[in-house]
């Protein structure tokens, strides 16, 4: 299929290679979520989100591809001073090319994390943009259950919420929620086999490869399940859904 959006990457650590890869691989847009391992400093931030509206740009289009950005504080990238970013976010949302809060959420789930999920979701609620939310390795079900009650609590609308990193076990509470899933395809976690077969509790979700240096990734993890999906027959309305259509209306990519 044609126009294959990435709802997910980091797109600061993505090499130009691998954007070419994924643009001759029929993706068309991406979007950057933003996150700097260890930032110790507010400025680190705003340094982050610059690069990604400047040279991750240029780089992008060099290569046939539209970026789009999402900024915010991640959890495993939140200084001392994180108010300061907090308090720049509404500045960022202004500019050409940012469509929303991400990746922000819980990672250990304790109290600071959940002060700045809370503060950022005030922010997400007042300008009315989606937010892209982070699910962590370990206590899924416990921490995800958290970030929720405390988007509730604010009262963030429900369909402007992606929870990614989705899978089997946390896929019900996302439900209950109204929330999006995030479908981030990796070997270890949700494989285009699982999608494929729930494919009933993934449709309203979108595909991304939450490409980054954190981990073993793959930049074309969006075009793979695209092709398995096909080959095995899958919907062509609901692989069109995820792999395109839920992200470009979500976020407004146009
Ligand atoms: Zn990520």
């Not at 610059?50 to 991750?56: A, D, G, K």
Request: glycine content about 8%.
């Amino acid at each position: 299929m044609e126009g294959l959006v990435d709802s997910h990457t980091h797109v600061s650590v993505l090499p130009f290679d691998a954007l070419e890869n994924m643009a001759l691989a029929g993706v068309r847009k991406i979007i950057g979520c933003s996150i700097f391992f260890g930032a110790r400093h507010a400025e680190t931030l705003f340094d982050h989100f610059e690069q990604m509206l400047t040279l991750c740009q240029q780089s992008a289009i060099q290569n046939g591809l539209k970026l789009f950005v999402a900024v915010g504080l991640h959890p495993l990238g939140t200084p001392e001073d994180w108010p300061r970013v907090v308090e720049a976010l509404p500045t960022y949302l202004k500019r050409a090319g940012v469509i929303g809060l991400g990746e922000i959420g819980l990672h250990e789930g304790d109290k600071r994390e959940q002060e700045v999920l809370r503060e950022q979701l005030k922010i997400a609620k007042e300008y009315g943009v989606p937010v892209i939310i982070h699910t962590p390795p370990r206590q899924r079900e416990l921490i995800t259950g958290k970030a929720l009650e405390i988007a509730a609590a604010i009262g963030i609308p429900p369909h402007k919420v992606v929870i990614d990193h989705a899978n089997l076990d946390i896929i019900n509470l996302i439900e209950e929620f109204g929330a999006i899933p995030g479908l981030t395809i990796r070997q270890d976690g949700l494989t285009p086999p699982i999608l494929l077969e729930h494919l009933e509790h993934f449709w309203r979700g979108m595909l991304n490869s939450d490409y980054s240096n954190l981990k073993a990734c793959d930049p074309l993890s969006v075009p793979r399940a695209v092709r398995y999906l096909e080959n095995k027959g899958a919907p062509h309305e609901i692989v069109e859904r995820i792999a395109r259509y839920n992200a470009e209306e979500l976020f407004g990519l146009s």
